[in-house]
């Protein structure tokens, strides 16, 4: 069974459309968080939930919501694409910050291509 | 903030020797945790190895072992007896303890395996 699983793993979709990237998680964590790594393979988070609250919210434009219906999912949901979205999204999950040798476990990403 | 630096962007070694890919960091902080990532061709980011700050040994993990060298904010991974499936991107990552506790990564190094 794949613990941290995303879908869709590839995205392709025209500029100003809107697109989600589903995250589930079955390693029974607490905290999850969403990772964007661009075209030259930077990764850099972009927000992060503990037990649906939301925790990190780095600088990231309005366009992006993430959504945690409970604590086995997370969801980002992208408005008004732009083609400097494309890059692969990561999903990862832990334990709660809370555990100070919580290990983060990641999902094999989502490439988002904006045409 | 903290940030850390790989400043070897590719990197490669003939099969079954060793080698070592380079890490620093910068941090005000005294307690954190240290990883390395692998992000072969499937995209998949996998932990290879983890450091608290707080312990002096470094750590190891079969084939990997970590030089972390608190003082000069250093940390580097060593793979021993080098295998074809060990080639792929390697992210040298920083946690803290407090807060929320996203991962700041380096830029990867990509490393290549010669026959």
């Given at each position: 069974?794949?613990?941290?699983s995303?879908?869709?793993?590839?995205?392709v979709?025209?500029?100003?459309?809107?697109?989600?990237?589903?995250?589930?998680?079955?390693?029974?964590?607490?905290?999850m968080?969403?990772?964007?790594?661009?075209?030259?393979?930077?990764?850099?988070?972009?927000?992060?939930?503990?037990?649906?609250?939301?925790?990190?919210?780095?600088?990231?434009?309005?366009?992006?919501?993430?959504?945690?219906?409970?604590?086995?999912?997370?969801?980002?949901?992208?408005n008004?694409?732009?083609?400097?979205d494309?890059?692969?999204?990561?999903?990862?999950?832990?334990?709660?910050?809370?555990?100070?040798?919580?290990?983060?476990?990641?999902?094999?990403?989502t490439?988002?291509?904006?045409? | 903030?903290?940030?850390?630096?790989?400043?070897?962007?590719?990197?490669s070694?003939?099969?079954?020797?060793?080698?070592?890919?380079?890490?620093?960091?910068?941090?005000?902080?005294?307690?954190?945790?240290?990883?390395?990532?692998?992000?072969?061709?499937?995209?998949?980011?996998?932990?290879?190895?983890?450091?608290?700050?707080?312990?002096?040994?470094?750590?190891?993990?079969?084939?990997?072992?970590?030089?972390?060298?608190?003082?000069?904010?250093?940390?580097?991974?060593?793979?021993?007896?080098?295998?074809?499936?060990?080639?792929?991107?390697?992210?040298?990552?920083?946690?803290?303890?407090?807060?929320?506790?996203?991962?700041?990564f380096?830029?990867?190094?990509?490393?290549?395996?010669?026959?």
């Amino acid at each position: 069974d794949t613990a941290v699983s995303q879908t869709p793993k590839y995205l392709v979709t025209q500029m100003g459309n809107d697109k989600s990237i589903k995250c589930e998680q079955n390693l029974g964590h607490d905290t999850m968080y969403w990772y964007k790594q661009d075209s030259k393979k930077f990764l850099k988070i972009m927000f992060s939930y503990n037990n649906k609250e939301l925790i990190i919210n780095e600088t990231v434009p309005n366009r992006f919501s993430p959504k945690s219906p409970d604590k086995a999912h997370l969801n980002l949901h992208i408005n008004s694409l732009e083609l400097g979205d494309s890059a692969v999204y990561f999903c990862a999950s832990s334990q709660a910050p809370s555990i100070a040798k919580n290990i983060q476990y990641f999902g094999a990403g989502t490439r988002l291509s904006v045409l | 903030a903290q940030t850390v630096t790989q400043s070897q962007p590719e990197m490669s070694v003939q099969e079954a020797e060793t080698v070592t890919l380079s890490c620093t960091y910068d941090t005000s902080e005294s307690d954190y945790y240290l990883f390395w990532y692998k992000q072969p061709p499937s995209r998949q980011m996998i932990l290879v190895i983890r450091q608290e700050a707080y312990k002096q040994q470094n750590a190891t993990e079969n084939r990997f072992s970590v030089n972390f060298q608190k003082a000069a904010k250093s940390f580097s991974l060593k793979i021993s007896d080098s295998q074809l499936g060990d080639a792929a991107m390697y992210f040298c990552a920083y946690r803290s303890v407090q807060g929320a506790q996203k991962l700041v990564f380096g830029q990867g190094t990509r490393l290549t395996i010669n026959p």
